[in-house]
């Protein structure tokens, strides 16, 4: 009975211990936020493009696409770890809708990727 109590403390132990280091392991970063904001409509051309995150990530594409096709950006990512990419576009944008892509490898090496929507009207 005393051998079975020690094994279960030991079982219990281990659980927490593993519980406690998994988090980092669970924890992807993940787009927290956009601007234009997803799916909204803006009166004219937006000053800037925007995507942030909750985690550091290491964007790899950041692509804008609308009526006329690619749109052309001030700037594109680096290899730096970044929460947070702004860009503007180097033309005004026409009316219409448009949609960002980004991808991206996050601290913990996995590969991420997501898109947001936004129309000009």
């Known amino acids: 009975m005393y ?3 020690i094994i279960r403390t030991l079982g219990t132990l281990c659980t927490a211990a593993l519980l406690l280091a998994a988090p980092p392991l669970w924890a992807h970063a993940q787009q927290e936020g956009s ?3 997803h799916a909204s409509s803006i009166e004219g051309s937006p000053e800037k493009i925007a995507v942030w995150f909750d985690h550091a990530m290491r964007l790899t594409l950041f692509e804008v696409t609308g009526p006329d096709g690619r749109v052309e950006l001030n700037n594109r990512p680096g290899r730096d770890m ?3 990419f702004e860009t ?3 033309a005004p944008l026409a009316p ?3 949609t960002v892509r980004w991808r991206g ?3 913990d090496g996995h590969a991420m990727f997501d898109e947001f929507y936004f129309t000009v009207r």
């Open 82 to 84: 970044l929460t947070r």
């Open 35 to 37: 601007y234009p904001e």
């Open 105 to 107: 490898l996050a601290e």
């Open 3 to 5: 051998l079975n109590q």
């Open 96 to 98: 219409g809708e448009y």
């Open 88 to 90: 503007t576009p180097v």
